[in-house]
């Protein structure tokens, strides 16, 4: 009873009640001083810049830069792109996979073994031997790749692919016109934007400034968005055309027809070497906006009234997808594009205008050493099939690659080599022979190029925020390290040199300026001292940009549908009136019709954080089919179930998941041809975006 | 101790105001918020109910049939009640309390017992609980933010629109002399990484600042408004058929998914 | 030398804390005098660039916000007031934890029954409010918590 009077028992509790909050199992965040680091992420290629808070030397949040182009956009997967060196998956160290066997831990030497000789007989064959080296790049139009084609140039048969990207439709477009330009498309000033499928607000070109444009209801660019289904792009639009999916070279060619012969364009103007008489103009003829109103389920009406709005009301600068969900089918975007050439859009502000290529530019370009060899093939298609002895795959960061069904009938069936570089597990990983550990977000110097909204010329340093381990490598580095044990290469220049002698070429040329992200002060090249200096500055996160490059403009352009067919006419024609192959197909066979999304696409494996915003809320879907609720009704399917979905070229088994946003009889599929590489959207015509198809339960 | 400064701050009431018609739906705000506050992942096999989201986009939409479905989002967290705040009425704890001086709801787990009463109380569904003791991925806790204290299992955490921020901006105005923070100086994730500025936070009792300008226009109204929480997140939209959804509880999504 | 010298405000107004050796280093990277304590100082820590394992007395749990700058520049309490006159001794008193709760034995203070205590002894969060109340200062929970 005394005791209670005493302090002993309070004291007793009080110390036992803290005890309870000692919780040691907990972790405790480390303590520090708080400072900030600049730089760009490397997980797609938006490559929006960040500021890194760092607590010492540890990174613990990214946000963005208000001053940026991307004006402080990050997404989810940039602001959780600190995580990925933590990701309990990551390659650390080599992957051999001996014949017929799965992948083992292996050592450096072992796999530079199997990749040098490759190599070694691959430069040593003569003729009639045509075997193939071909590397799957990330980044073209950088100095590492540059440097890469160089190396390349020493094969007598060699491959270099970039990666698939927003602005392939925009290469499309370049390819229509004479000399070696690249494309940029100025949207943020266009009054009008025509888009076939462009998810403009799901992660397209530079994603900030696209989302700040087109987001609100009050904006300055109007916006006609073509797409089956009703996407977060669609649903902003000031119009939204749904049309039958893979008719959009049907819409296009009916559009151009509605603009010809409503006196709506003149071609003699804008395009003033088109014949009358042209394969093109008749092709054109043939698709009245009755009978693209057939082929696209729109009414003749709104066919004539969205051409009519895009010739008065812009003119619209008219985008395609670019590469998203599969290769760019090169008809639709002929299609797609005439339409830029017959309203004029090129070489105007707010429309196409033409750069001049790294090759070309008087800053950023390569050295003249280092200017890709002549045989070099740069597009898949081009490789002959069976031919790829060594192919060799950089993985390491968010950019898409081709699927693996379109890439695979180009190896060797026996003698085929598979070197995939990545810092994660991905599905081109385990395809492959051997896999080399490469470096993820924050660990090693990485430039990124320009986006296709990004007129221009301007050059990106992704930073080296913390210690790398030891042991990983980039595309170039590795390249240069088994070139150099085939005895190809004694001293080659390695991957941030090539990148710090293209800052020097621009610090010696003097042009353009330095943004910087801390306050968004801009200053001219022409006050850094040293190219040390500017090297400093872009390797601490600044962009460097030349505003307004020297614009190559001819006084005509030669539109290459002007003249006689060489063969793109007659595809058009076939792409438009068969929508895209699904009009050979027998509805009874494949009812349905599968397309692949186009939007955002998280893997909540990329970081524990990310499945907030996918499961653990049901924002995003992840890896489902999404149905229209009547046309599951009519299947049999209940949410949640899973399915098997069937193309002529592969299947997939996946859960469905009921939508209302989806056309009725189409099965959107999101990321099919990624991680899934299941074959499944594998088509004619490299059209991997529109499959016919049918479901079973599973 | 008349010789003690006492400069004092002047009280605020802090709010936001979201347009939900600018919202896209991109995720980047729940994302940042959990960076940010040290959200803890969640066993997948557990399902959404057990998930813990302090800031949740959700999706509805007007209930019609393709084509003319149309969906909105609408980013809800901590609706911040102002004169009757459910879950201070019913924590027998106190382990949440209102802060005179900014008006925020602070949640503290380090005294919650876990009885989850909070949970039921709420309205707005913006209370989560810690089913389990958060576990990271090996070598991820050294990228954790100290300004915010992880919770061990069994305690409920929600928004507090970012008090580590708040401290720290509070702690730079101090350094620097001053005892007000400037508009803009404290600014909690989800407001900092939303891409089309469709979230904005600032002080409701500020005639001039931008949120009280907004949350006194036409377009503004909030959640459950009818239950008189007095809430300080404000929503904008145009579209009459998003404020009839927010008049009346959910019939589907929320009040299915949560206990 | 004052508190400050060593215990130092960043420019966010974030509180330094107990320094690292590098810290000790810009002045004793050669010994200063000749005492024991210091030998042990360059022998054991500056030398090897090895961090102090310091004990610390005002240490409070991981939940617990205390911002310094507040206190020191904004309050203009004086680092005695609650750490004692620490800086002006030769020796530190020694370090004694509470066997269950893990703490110093500072925290409670040494006087079993808090009953005429001085300033510093005692730091737990009834004496943070104690003088918050007599100051009439705002006392929220979530400003000292996290």
């Known amino acids: ?69 991307g004006l402080g956009f990050l997404c989810p997967l940039g602001l959780v792109a600190h995580h990925l060196r933590y990701h309990p998956d990551r390659v650390t160290q080599p992957l051999v996979r001996a014949k017929g066997d799965e992948l083992k831990p292996s050592s450096l030497d072992d796999a530079t073994r199997v990749v040098s000789g490759k190599l070694q007989r691959l430069a040593q064959q003569t003729q009639p031997s045509d075997s193939y080296l071909a590397i799957l790049g990330n980044r073209p139009g950088t100095a590492g790749s540059d440097a890469l084609l160089a190396l390349l140039a020493r094969f007598p048969h060699a491959a270099y692919v970039g990666c698939p990207n927003d602005g392939d439709g925009v290469s499309v477009l370049g390819s229509m016109v004479e000399g070696d330009q690249d494309w940029a498309l100025d949207i943020a000033n266009s009054k009008m934007v025509l888009s076939f499928g462009a998810p403009l607000l799901e992660g397209w070109g530079t994603s900030g400034r696209m989302l700040a444009q087109f987001a609100s209801s009050d904006r300055k660019t109007r916006l006609i968005h073509v797409e089956p289904n009703c996407s977060l792009t669609a649903r902003a639009a000031d119009v939204w055309l749904s049309i039958q ?66 010739a008065q009301e812009g003119p619209a600068l008219v985008i395609s997808r670019g590469y998203v969900s599969g290769p760019v089918s090169r008809a639709e975007e002929l299609a797609i594009q005439g339409l830029n050439f017959l309203l004029g859009n090129l070489d105007r502000p707010g429309g196409a205008l033409a750069r001049p290529s790294p090759s070309q530019s008087q800053v950023a370009g ?82 990124l190029p320009g986006n296709v909204d990004d007129t221009a010329n301007s050059l990106r340093l992704s930073a080296r925020l913390v210690d790398p381990r030891p042991g990983l490598f980039n595309l170039l580095d590795f390249v240069n390290h088994t070139a150099v044990a085939a005895g190809l290469a004694t001293s080659p220049v390695s991957y941030e040199d090539a990148a710090k002698q293209k800052v020097a070429a621009i610090h010696q040329a003097g042009i353009g300026n330095v943004v910087s992200p801390a306050d968004g002060q801009a200053k001219a090249v022409t006050d850094y001292s040293s190219s040390d200096e500017l090297w400093t500055a872009l390797a601490g996160g600044a962009r460097w940009e030349n505003a307004a490059p020297e614009a190559i403009k001819p006084a005509t352009r030669r539109f290459s549908l002007a003249g006689p067919d060489s063969g793109d006419v007659e595809r058009m024609r076939k792409a438009a009136a068969q929508r895209g192959g699904l009009a050979d197909v027998a509805p009874s066979e494949y009812p349905l019709t599968v ?62 998941t009921l939508s209302e946003e989806i056309m009725p009889g189409v099965l959107l599929l999101e990321d099919p041809t990624g991680e899934d590489q299941s074959g499944l959207m594998t088509g004619t015509d490299a059209t991997c975006r529109v499959m016919p198809g049918r479901l079973e339960v599973a | 101790m008349s010789d003690i400064k006492k400069p004092q701050t002047k009280p605020s009431r802090l709010g936001m105001v979201i347009d939900i018609d600018k919202c896209n739906g991109c995720g980047s705000c729940m994302v940042a918020c959990a960076v940010e506050n040290n959200v803890p992942p969640v066993p997948q096999a557990a399902g959404e109910r057990k998930a813990i989201t302090w800031l949740k986009v959700y999706r509805v939409s007007n209930g019609q049939e393709f084509p003319n479905h149309r969906t909105a989002f609408i980013p809800v967290s901590c609706q911040q009640c102002g004169t009757h705040t459910p879950c201070v009425s019913v924590c027998p704890q106190q382990a949440v309390d209102v802060d005179p001086q900014t008006g925020v709801v602070g949640q503290m787990p380090e005294r919650c017992l876990g009885c989850r009463y909070c949970m039921a109380a709420c309205p707005y569904h913006a209370r989560y609980f810690n089913w389990w003791d958060p576990v990271w991925p090996a070598g991820m806790e050294k990228a954790l933010n100290p300004a915010v204290s992880p919770r061990m299992r069994g305690v409920v955490e929600k928004c507090n629109f970012c008090h580590g921020r708040y401290h720290a901006a509070r702690a730079k105005a101090a350094a620097e002399g001053r005892t007000e923070l400037a508009p803009g100086e404290y600014l909690p994730a989800c407001a900092e990484a939303c891409p089309t500025g469709a979230i904005k936070f600032g002080d409701l009792a500020d005639q001039g600042s931008e949120v009280s300008q907004m949350a006194s226009g036409e377009q503004a109204f909030r959640l459950l408004e009818s239950l008189g929480t007095e809430s300080k997140v404000y929503y904008l939209t145009r579209q009459p058929w998003v404020r009839q959804l927010a008049a009346t509880p959910l019939k589907n999504g929320r009040e299915e998914k949560h206990g | 030398m004052s508190c400050e010298d060593c215990h130092s405000f ?82 530190l008193r020694p370090f004694e934890r509470n066997r269950i709760s893990g703490y110093s034995r500072d925290i409670w203070g040494r006087s079993i029954s808090r009953i005429s205590r001085a300033s510093w002894e005692g730091a737990k969060m009834d004496d943070c409010i104690d003088c918050h109340a007599e100051r009439g200062v705002e006392d929220n929970c979530l400003l000292c918590h996290k």
């Not at chain 1, 002959?384 to 180009?410: C, M, R, T, Y």
């Not at chain 1, 399917?637 to 070229?649: E, I």
Request: aromatic share 6%; glycine share 8%.
């Open chain 1, 1 to 69: 009873m005394g005791t209670m009077l005493s302090p002993l028992p309070w004291k007793l509790l009080d110390d036992v009640s803290i005890w309870t909050q000692n919780w040691s199992w907990i972790p405790k965040p480390p303590k520090g001083a708080v400072s900030f680091k600049y730089t760009n992420c490397t997980l797609c290629g938006s490559g929006c810049a960040a500021q890194v808070r760092c607590i010492e030397a540890e990174p613990v949040s990214l946000a963005g830069i208000r001053s940026d182009i």
């Open chain 1, 595 to 656: 397309v692949s999304a186009e939007g955002w696409a998280y893997d909540s494996k990329v970081s524990p954080l990310l499945a907030k915003i996918t499961w653990e809320s049901g924002l995003h879907a992840e890896r489902t089919c999404m149905i229209n609720p009547a046309t599951a009704a009519k299947q049999g399917v209940l949410a949640g179930t899973t399915v098997t979905v069937q193309t002529p070229s592969g299947s997939l088994d996946v859960p469905v």
């Open chain 1, 366 to 447: 390569p050295t003249p050493a280092s200017q890709p060899g002549p045989g070099v093939v740069r597009a898949l298609a081009a490789i002959p099939d069976g031919s790829v002895e060594l192919l060799i795959v950089d993985a390491s960061s968010g950019n898409d690659l081709p699927p693996w069904a379109a890439v695979q009938p180009k190896l060797s069936p026996d003698q085929a080599v598979v070197v995939v570089l990545a810092g994660l597990p991905t599905a081109w990983a385990q395809r492959a022979d051997v896999v080399v550990p490469s470096p993820v977000f924050g660990e090693a110097i990485e430039e």
């Open chain 3, 10 to 91: 960043r420019e966010d107004g974030s509180f330094a804390g107990i320094p690292k050796v590098e810290n000790c280093t810009g002045c004793h990277s050669e010994p200063q005098g000749k005492t024991v304590a210091e030998k042990v100082l360059y022998q054991e820590y500056v030398s090897k660039n090895r961090e102090i394992p310091w004990l610390v007395y005002a240490q409070q749990p991981e939940n617990v916000y205390f911002s310094h700058v507040q206190h020191v520049k904004r309050a203009e309490i004086a680092c005695e007031r609650c750490h004692g006159a620490h800086g002006k001794t030769d020796t």
């Open chain 1, 245 to 310: 999916p893979g008719s959009e070279a049907a819409l296009a060619l009916g559009l151009a027809n509605v603009l010809i012969e409503a006196k709506l364009v003149d071609p003699s103007a804008t395009c003033p070497d088109l014949e009358v008489d042209s394969p093109y103009r008749k092709l054109v003829a043939e698709f009245s906006a009755e009978r693209v109103a057939g082929l696209t389920g729109l009414k003749p009406e709104v066919i004539t009234q969205t051409a009519r709005a895009i």
